[in-house]
Structures are given as C-alpha cells and as structure tokens.
C-alpha cells in the first residue's frame, strides 16, 4: 500500500511516499481504507520535532524515538471506509464509513491506504449528514475541545468562557463545544479570521490585532488557550475569581502553576495532553449529527502534495483543518 513516512525529524520535505505492507485485521479488529487525512499541528510537531516548549526536549525525545523517529507515520486523525473485519467484530460492518482518531501511538496513522484499528478504539461510524472529506476535519478538534472544556475545565451552562486562538482546529471545535454546553463564548481571532469565528456561534470575539483580550473584559469563568498565544499572568485580569485557565500547550511555567494555584489563590491552571476516547468521539459525532459542530476546512490537497500541505500546517496560520486525500472513496 501507499503510504506517507518520515525516517528523520525535520522540515516538510522529510516526507517521502513509500510502499509498505497491507496491515491485516485480527480479532476484533477493523481494517479501514483511509479516504482523508489531515496534517494537523499534532502531526506536524511530530514530524519536526518541534514541541511547544524546551522543557519537553528529553521526555518528547524518550517518547518519539532518540536519533530517529521510532514511528514512521503520522495521521492522527483519519475517514475511510471499512475494508475488513477481524473475527468478532459486532460493532461495524464491511462498507460502513468512519471517522477516527489512532493518534501518535502504536506506529501506525491515516498517512496510508489502509489502516487497523480496534473496534473499540476510538473509531466510529462518520456523522450521517456529513461527507467522508468533512468528517475528518472533526476527531482531533474535537476531542481536544472536549478534554480540555469538559474532563479538565468542567464546563457548565452560562459560564463566560474565553477561547484564544478561535479560528484553529483546537480553537474552532472549542467555541462550538462551549456553546453546546451553554456557555457564553468570547473567540479571539486575527481581522482575517473574525467573521470564521462569529459563524461558529461566538456571542463575541475579540481581533486581538486591534484590542487587548487581556486587559479588560471577562470576567470569564475559563479561559482556554488553544494555541498558546498568552500566559496565565497575563489573563488573570479578566478571569473570574474562581476561574481557571486552561492551557493547551503547556511548558514549566504551566506545570508549576499547576502545582500551586490549588494550594494559593483562588484561581486555577490546568494542562495535559488529550485523552482520545470512543465514547468522546461518540459525543463528536452526535454534535456534528445536531448541527451543533461544524467542520472548518482550511484546504483539500492530494496525497502527493502531503509536503505542501505540512507546509500549511507550518505556517501557524490555518483556519481548521488541512485535509489530505489519501484514497478515491468519498
Ligand atoms: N495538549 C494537548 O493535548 C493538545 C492536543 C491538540 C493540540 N494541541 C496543541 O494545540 C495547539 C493548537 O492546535 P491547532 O490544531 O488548533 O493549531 P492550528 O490550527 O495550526 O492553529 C492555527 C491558528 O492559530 C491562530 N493563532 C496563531 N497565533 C495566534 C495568536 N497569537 N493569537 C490567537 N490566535 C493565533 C491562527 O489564527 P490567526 O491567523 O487569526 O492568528 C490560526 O487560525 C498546537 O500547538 C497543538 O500542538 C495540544
């Protein structure tokens, strides 16, 4: 099968196109042929090595391979079509069209024809009213948005909530998740970006090329950084009392915050790296199902201009997701 593969961390050009193995399905497993990918800031953190902050150097380098990579595909997120099933698979069927999330682990991605996943990973049959090309657009977002605001934040209906860096995969998903959970939602976005934003259902947004989100507005209950644009420091002027702030890039500063704001003061930060659940994708798929999740596609590129489109991705600049079309399903 075809497939995307970097040897070596680097720029966008690391990127080669390759023949590899058909991986086959075994016991409760699913084999799906991958119609869309993306290349999201996930995959392409991972592929130059560039993580957000210097702190993680040693660990990431641990976790992603010392000298070279220790995986060779990326494609956190992925649509397709099922292929195969391994013995006892009761939850999908030959022909179904899914969308998932493998994420970074386990050497394997969407940067390929095919794929096998678990039926109970997080894997799920693609919202009805949208198209294999859309639905990829969703998992990563999506379930980031949902980490941080539901499992992190613990969101609930009428809160103020703050979202920097709206108009971004994380950031796009996060305004729509905070007003499904009947948030009051601020977006900040540049010019270019602020009628993207309105659209998703932000009751305000803020061009932060023009006004300062940090000194004054609010009080919001969360503020959720989805881009890492700013500092708990800087946002403590505008948070609620009791606020937290939610980082989603996170460095020292937010790892020692998290260790005493629950000791001193009353306002809180919190951090992690999202956890990718099928019952959260479930969720993904119900809002996309409701109209309550839209998908954002910044733009479409063809499998052999994955470079160009990791390109994209480089450019910090994307609005939602850039999608790669690996098959011709869809
Ligand atoms: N902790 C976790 O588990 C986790 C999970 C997923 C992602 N992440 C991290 O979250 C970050 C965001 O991911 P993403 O996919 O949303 O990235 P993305 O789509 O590439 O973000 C691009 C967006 O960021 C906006 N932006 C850039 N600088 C900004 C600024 N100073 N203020 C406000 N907005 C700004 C840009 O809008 P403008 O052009 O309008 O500025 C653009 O639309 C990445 O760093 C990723 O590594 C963390």
């Known amino acids: ?34 119609s869309y990918t993306t290349a999201s800031a996930g995959d392409a953190r991972v592929r130059g090595f560039n993580l957000p902050r210097p702190i993680f150097w040693v660990p990431g380098r641990l976790m ?45 991605g969407g940067y390929a024809e095919f794929i096998v996943m678990g039926q109970d990973e997080t894997v799920a049959k693609k919202p009805t009213n949208l198209t294999l090309e859309e639905s990829v657009c969703l998992p990563f977002g999506g379930l980031t948005a949902i980490y941080f605001l539901k499992k992190l934040g613990k969101i609930t209906q009428g809160q103020r909530v703050l979202v920097v860096g709206a108009s971004g995969s994380v950031g796009s998903a996060a305004v729509q998740v905070a007003k499904h959970f009947g948030a009051h939602v601020t977006g900040v976005c540049s010019t270019a970006n602020v009628e993207l934003v309105r659209s998703l259902g932000a009751d305000e947004v803020i061009d932060y090329k023009t006004e300062s989100y940090t000194e004054s507005g609010g009080p919001y ?13 800087r946002c403590k002027r505008v948070m609620a009392e009791r606020g937290v702030y939610l980082a989603a890039v996170m460095g020292a500063a937010e790892i020692f915050q998290m260790l005493w704001t629950p000791i001193f003061g009353k306002r809180r930060v919190k951090s992690g790296v999202s956890e990718d659940t099928r019952e959260d994708l479930l969720l993904v798929k119900e809002l996309a199902e409701s109209g309550e999740f839209v998908p954002v596609k910044d733009s479409v590129f063809g499998f052999e201009q994955i470079v160009d489109a990791h390109r994209r991705v480089d450019e910090w600049r994307k609005r939602g997701s850039v999608v790669v079309r690996v098959g011709d399903a869809g």
């Open 1 to 34: 099968m075809k497939a995307a593969i970097y040897t070596r961390y680097g720029p966008p050009e690391v990127l080669q196109i390759v023949e590899l193995p058909r991986p086959e399905p075994g016991p409760g497993e699913v084999q799906i042929r991958v």
């Open 64 to 108: 992603l391979g010392v000298f070279q990579p220790r995986y060779r595909l990326l494609g956190v997120e992925l649509s397709g079509v099922v292929e195969k099933i391994g013995e006892g698979v009761d939850k999908f069927a030959v022909g179904d069209e899914v969308f998932a999330h493998p994420g970074l682990k386990k050497g394997r």
């Open 221 to 233: 209950d969360l503020v959720f950084d989805a881009v890492g644009a700013t500092r708990f420091a």
